[in-house]
Structure formats: C-alpha cells, structure tokens
C-alpha cells in the first residue's frame, strides 16, 4: 500500500503560513517544491519535516503530533521533529527537515537543513561503555531493528547477525499481502539492500543456524562447527508454523507460510493452480486467501472457529471480515477441519471433499524458544525478560516472538506476534545491549489488509468484558474498544487512523 508519487498538495509553505493559523499542536501539510512537506508548532517551536511516511509513504499531515515526535496513521512510525530520525519503527529511515523562519507573524519554510545526528558531544563516553561484540540470532524484524540501531547509537564494535534465512532481512508481512497478490514488485521486499550491511560494518551470514548458546563461555556454536564469540547477545528466532499433523500433510502442495522463500513457493503453485484450500481463518490464512483471490484462484477456507477473527478481535468485526472475503469470492467451511489430504482434494471431518491443487496451512505457530531452552534461561511460555528485554542470564537479551516481557500497564506478561512489536523491542533491546536502561513501554500494535480495507489495532485484549463500536463496521467507518472491568485494553479500527493514534498516546500517558 505505498503512496502512489503525486504532486504534493496544499500551500506552498515557502510562501508562509500565518502563525494564527498554526496554533498550539497544529499541522499543515503543504509543499516545497515537488516535497511534501509538514510545518508543525509545538509550544512556541515551529518545525518542518518531509511529509511522506519513510516507511510506504503514509501521509504524515494526517498523523498526529505527540511530544515532539509525529506518528504516521498507517503502521504508527514516530520521527522527531528535531532531527527527522525515525525513532520508532517501522520506518527506519529519516524524514528531511527544513528551517522555518518566523516574520510579521508568518512561518516561512526555509532550506532544507543537514540532518542532526546524535553529535560527538558524549559520543567517547557513550562508546566507552559499549561492549565490543554484539551476536544477534536471528535475521528478522527484531534482530534486523537491532542491527540497524547498534550502529545508530555509535556502535563502533563487531556486530554479527546470523540467520538461518535464505534472504538477508525482509519485509515479512507482506509475504502474506501485496507480494504474495502479485502487486508488490520483487524490490519492495528487502528492508534495506545488500550494500547497507557492508556500509555499516554488519556481519550478515544468511542460512547459519545456531545449533547452542553457551552462556558461560560467552559464545554461541554454529551447526557448521564454528563458534561465535560475544560479549552481549540478542535471541531473535521468532515463531515457526504449526504443521499438520494428518494423511498427505506433507505433500509438495501442502505449503506454510513464514518465509519469503514460503511466499515464493505459494506464488509458484498459484501460477498453475485452479483451487485452493485455506486451512486456519487467522489473519495469515485470511490474508492468504486474499491475495489468491486477486490471482483469481478458486479459494476456500477452512476453520474450527464459529466466525473468523472472533477471539482476537470479536464477534462484529469477525462477521465483518467474514462477509467481505465472501464478497471476494472466497467460501467458508467454518466449524469444521480437515482430516486428510489427497493429490488434489482435502477431506472435511463433516464428510465434504473440496478439490485443491494448493493447500496453505494457517493454524498458528509456535515461538522458536529451544535455544534458549536447552542454554538454560528462564521460560515461561516464551523467553522470559525483564522491562529491559534482559533474560535471566546477564548479558543475554530476547526479543520479538519469543520475548515475554512484564507489561507495566496491565501488570501482566505478554509474549506479542506483532511486526512492530517485534521491531521496536530489537531497538529497545539494542540501546540496553549498550549500556542505557530503557524499558519497553511501547504499546502493542498491528494492521491487516483485508483487499482495501486496513484494521488497525493497538493494545491487547486476550478477554474482555464488554466491546463498544464507535461509528459502522459495515460503513468501514469505525473504532471498537475492548473493555475489562472498565478499563480500555485495545482498540481496533478502520479508517480512523488519527483516533486509533490518539487512543495509543492515552494508552502511553496512562501507563
Ligand atoms: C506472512 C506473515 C504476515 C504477517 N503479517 C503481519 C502483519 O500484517 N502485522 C503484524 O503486526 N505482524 C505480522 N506478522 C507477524 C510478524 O511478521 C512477526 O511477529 C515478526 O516477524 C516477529 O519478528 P521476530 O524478529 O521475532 O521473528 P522473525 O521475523 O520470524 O525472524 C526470526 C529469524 O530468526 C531466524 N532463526 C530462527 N532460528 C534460528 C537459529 N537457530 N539460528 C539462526 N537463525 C534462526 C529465522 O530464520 C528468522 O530470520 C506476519 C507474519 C507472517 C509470517
Ligand atoms: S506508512 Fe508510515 S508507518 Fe507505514
């Protein structure tokens, strides 16, 4: 869903904005030049930054302005309007910035300005304080952030990032969504290009699985026989797929979808395929059937659920999302599951056979958590860490999939396969491997694309006790809140984006 390149709209801001116009925590979009660009007050501060999200060219104007910091409406990126660094992803790359000049009671977008970066002032004392060898497991969303961040910080020493991936960090979510539909090109994927990880000194060693941790000797072994030395190492490995367990469920038809080369492998079937069975109405298998859909590929879903979606995001929304895949074309065999698979059919336990040359699996998975098992940290259905994502062995931190984490809010401990999450707790992770003590506070957040409609959603919310609907599902025009004892705990909407990033500040402030 990036932005299609557009004349950018609004004032020419070179032209000047009355100040009267901007009050306190306005925005405008407008444009410099061919730039979009957002001129934003803050107290008595006015600040320009580039108006197109980083991260697929969400539109910034539309967002809202927290601290000093803007949050994107699409996926909720956060830059500072200081410096445009993109301190919170999932976008990684900075915003441009421009001077304003302020006359006569008129803000003048001005040149554009060098970004800021963190200045050597403290830089020898930040450094001195650093370890010399990160080892980061793992070569997804969160070990990727972490990367990414480790040299965002200074981190003049030895990074190595070992994945048991075929392709160097990419953009997994949309395996399952425009990649996997046919409407993403091939270089939309890679969160950053090969060059990056050379420029920036990073160790990427692609399809190296690490086969044990030991913790005393400070150095992780390699399936190959190496080892690899640290000082500070991150377990990233994320979850893998539920299999099947039953007749034909390892068939060369009979695809999971994790990996890009996963994606790859479902895009080479689709090419022939005629039918195809979804097994699991999650918002993987949902979002798989979509993107069939849009290969015009005959598509039924298969799930025990009463309704799709219902115990994440209730009963309403699950009706919803059930009635715009039928709307697609897709036909849902609910309450129902499939107890074999022949060369081209799946066999329902109801007695039903459905005729597929291609069958994805959707049921859920499972964190890769044996690492860290058989190394002897703590485990609490996931790695257990602390606010600082610390494990129980000093030195060792976990993040994304695995990670369970004591979430100040609710008091709970919460393990969340969430891209952002994940993303964000690899930054967090990253700074504390350096020595600062950040806690991670961040609230949850996740989006799905179901064809053109996006539901976001922020917080987490396993039970509640009463859900409210704010404007029409059916309207695509929505907030829903989930309620415990009172309390909000997630929101979930579409097409209010700027109210589902105020509900996230409350959340924020509450916390
Ligand atoms: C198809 C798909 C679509 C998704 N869509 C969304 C979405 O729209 N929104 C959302 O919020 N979330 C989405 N998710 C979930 C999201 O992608 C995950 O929550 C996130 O990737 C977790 O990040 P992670 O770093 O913990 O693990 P991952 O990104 O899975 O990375 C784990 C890495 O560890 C490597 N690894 C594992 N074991 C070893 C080992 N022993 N040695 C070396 N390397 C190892 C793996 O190869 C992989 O590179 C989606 C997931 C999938 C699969
Ligand atoms: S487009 Fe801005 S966060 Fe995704």
Not at 339 to 360: E, M, Y
């Amino acid at each position: 869903m990036a932005a299609e390149q557009s004349k950018p709209k609004g004032p020419d801001l070179t032209r000047g904005v009355p100040l009267d116009r901007l009050g306190e925590g306005a925005m405008v979009g407008g444009h410099v030049g061919e730039e979009a660009v957002l001129l934003a007050r803050r107290g008595d501060e006015l600040f320009a930054i580039g108006a197109t999200c980083s991260h697929y060219g969400g539109p910034l104007a539309e967002g809202l302005l927290v601290g000093d910091t803007v949050r994107c409406p699409w996926h909720h990126a956060c830059f500072s309007l200081r410096t445009g660094e993109a301190v919170a992803a999932p976008a990684f790359n900075p915003m441009p910035c421009w001077r304003v000049e302020r006359r006569d009671g008129t803000a003048f977008v001005r040149e554009k300005i060098e970004p800021a970066g963190k200045g050597d002032a403290g830089k020898a004392r930040r450094q001195s304080t650093h370890p010399d060898r990160v080892v980061i497991v793992g070569g997804g969303a969160a070990g990727f952030a972490a990367a990414e961040m480790l040299r965002r910080e200074d981190f003049s020493g030895q990074v190595t990032l070992l994945s048991l991936d075929d392709a160097a960090p990419y953009d997994r979510p949309n395996c399952s969504k425009d990649y996997l539909a046919g409407n993403a090109p091939e270089d939309w994927m890679p969160l950053r290009p090969l060059e990056f990880y050379k420029e920036q000194s990073i160790e990427l060693e692609l399809r190296t699985e690490v086969a044990a941790i030991d913790a005393r000797a400070r150095h992780v072994a390699l399936a190959d026989g190496r080892a690899v030395a640290f000082d500070r190492l991150l377990l990233a490995t994320g979850a893998e797929p539920v299999r099947l367990d039953i007749p034909g469920g390892d068939q060369p038809h009979v695809h999971v979808l994790r990996s890009l080369s996963d994606s790859r492998a479902i895009i080479a079937k689709a090419q022939t395929a005629r039918r195809a069975v979804v097994l699991g109405a999650s918002f993987i298998g949902l979002e798989v059937a979509a993107s069939l859909r849009a290969r015009k590929i005959e598509v039924h879903v298969v799930a025990p659920d009463r309704r799709p979606l219902e115990r994440v995001a209730g009963r309403e929304l699950g009706d919803f999302v059930r009635a715009i895949h039928e709307q697609h074309g897709v036909v849902f065999h609910l309450e129902e599951t499939a107890t074999a698979i022949g060369a081209a059919d799946v066999k329902l336990k109801g007695g039903a056979t459905l005729p597929a040359d291609l069958v994805v699996v959707g049921i859920g998975v499972r964190p890769r958590i044996q690492l860290a098992e058989r190394a002897g940290l703590k485990i609490d259905r996931g790695v257990a860490v602390n606010e600082y994502l610390e494990t129980s062995v000093p030195g060792i931190f976990a993040a994304g999939d695995i990670a369970r984490w004591p979430d100040a809010r609710s008091g709970e401990h919460l393990r969340i396969e969430h891209w952002v999450v994940a993303e964000r707790q690899g930054q967090t992770a990253a700074r504390n491997m350096l020595g600062q003590r950040q806690r991670f506070s961040d609230v949850p957040f996740f989006w799905s694309q179901h064809y053109d409609v996006p539901i976001n959603y922020i917080g987490h919310a396993e039970k509640w006790d009463r859900l409210e609907i704010e404007g029409s599902i059916e309207g695509r025009d929505c907030l829903v809140r989930y309620r415990r004892n009172g309390k909000v705990l997630a929101v979930a909407s579409i097409f209010r984006d700027v109210e589902n990033l105020k509900e996230e500040a409350a959340m924020e402030r509450a916390s």
